[in-house]
């Protein structure tokens, strides 16, 4: 090529290299050039390897959703915008017109919404039920129930599913078994080995891990429901940018050490809390004062995970005054960080509820919900001390005065 030929706009080929990068190379291009239309069709046929488009897929996305899929042991997973957008991929993949869905009551709230508002807007029904009650979720089918969805470990009481009978039922009753495994993550607990058709995760929580990204995956056992969820992403326009996902992937590779680390420190601070003056319970999945800790032993074989909550004998002065004097925690809305942040469902995530509504679910105003990181646990220990002695000199109640 003459010098005058070249131009200095788009056409550029990398340097040849003997060498390969360690790390993942971020590939932001939205589109993918060909040599002629034949290798263009070989793509599209699935014959050669490659991208076209990149709402249609991208390396990015490939690497961290093939790491996921192996973490989960799926057959084929795909990534997703985010959490929402695994979860609203099922929907729309799977569901036809007159199917009823069949969930947990105490789902994460967007997810809630979308049951209990949108979905029934556009002719689906759901019904919501304690997941941890077999007999209950069976009472909720009817003979169009598709779906079946619960998550794991519920936000923020934390009771659990009884994933092995609704499994059982799922199979007896022909419905696709969905599992959110956001709280529990493949280190605690792999939905596909209990018998879950798809595994959907927010990756913005524990696997990515750094509250940098948004990000969700849905896996799946079965070829069919897989090439139905990639569809259905990419005509929908659900996927996920490459920035994320390169992003996501170095959150990964740290990701076992972060589990471990936050989960020893979740069991202790625990048992901390328990032996605090002004804390009224605690709720540990596992332990033998929580409603449902035969079924969390059973299931999750000792990874309890990370996140603890637990309810302060305070009112709204109290909260305030303990979430203030809880200098080095972070008092944010979201989970899975790698450091410790504190949540007040009663303002944030169930602010949506009557405090009837809440009550019910046995989240009061003094309900304060901990995602656990990986500090030096004696550092959790003494800011959790001095966050609950100020929530019991600030409480206005008189009763409050007298506890302890
Ligand atoms: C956060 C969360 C979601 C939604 O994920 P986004 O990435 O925020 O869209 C769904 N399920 C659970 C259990 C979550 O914690």
């Known amino acids: 090529m003459k010098p005058e030929d070249r131009s200095v706009v788009r056409r550029t080929t990398p340097p040849p290299s003997e060498t390969t990068p360690l790390v993942t190379p971020l590939f932001p ?90 979905l029934p807007r556009m002719g689906f029904e759901a019904s919501l039920v304690d997941a941890s009650d077999v007999a209950a979720v069976e009472a909720a089918l009817r003979p169009e129930t598709k779906l079946l969805l619960v998550e794991v470990v519920a936000n923020p009481t934390l009771r659990v599913a009884d994933i092995k009978g609704l499994a059982r039922l799922a199979k007896e009753r022909g419905m696709i078994f969905v599992v959110d495994n956001t709280f529990t993550t493949p280190r605690a607990f792999r939905p596909f080995d ?45 996927n996920a940018s490459p920035f994320d996902c390169w992003l996501a992937e170095r959150g990964l590779n740290t990701f076992d050490l972060r589990f471990q680390r936050a989960q020893e420190n979740a069991k202790a601070l625990a048992d901390h809390l328990r032996g605090l003056p002004g804390v009224l319970r605690v709720l540990y999945p596992g332990e033998a004062d929580h409603p449902d800790g035969a079924l969390a032993r059973d299931l999750l074989q000792g990874n ?70 990986v500090e030096d646990i004696d550092l959790l220990t003494r800011e959790f001390t001095a966050a609950v002695a100020a929530a019991r000199r600030a409480a206005t109640r008189p009763e409050t005065r007298e506890v302890g």
């Open 29 to 118: 291009s939205v589109v993918y050039c060909a040599e002629d239309a034949d290798a263009l069709d070989a793509v599209y046929e699935g014959r050669a390897g490659g991208y076209s488009y990149a709402r249609e897929g991208h390396p990015n996305a490939s690497v961290l959703a093939d790491k996921i899929s192996w973490m989960e042991g799926a057959g084929q997973g795909v990534m997703t915008a985010s959490g929402m957008a695994a979860i609203s991929a099922v929907f729309l993949a799977l569901l036809e017109k007159g199917d009823h869905i069949v969930a947990g009551n105490q789902l994460y709230g967007r997810c809630l919404r979308l049951l209990t508002q949108d």
């Open 194 to 238: 209990h018998g879950a058709d798809l595994v959907v995760h927010s990756v913005t929580k524990l696997l990515a891990g750094h509250s940098d990204v948004t990000l969700g995956y849905v896996g799946a056992r079965d070829p069919g429901h897989a090439t139905a969820l990639y569809d259905a992403i990419t005509t929908w326009g659900l």
């Open 304 to 373: 309890f995970s990370h996140m603890v909550s637990f309810e302060l004998d305070a009112d709204r002065a109290g909260v305030n005054a303990f979430v203030r004097a809880a200098g080095n925690i972070a008092f944010a809305p979201t989970l899975g960080d790698v450091g410790t942040t504190i949540s007040h469902p009663a303002s944030s995530s169930h602010r949506g509820l009557t405090v009837e509504g809440r009550a019910a679910l046995g989240i009061s105003e003094g309900f304060i919900r901990v995602s656990v990181g």
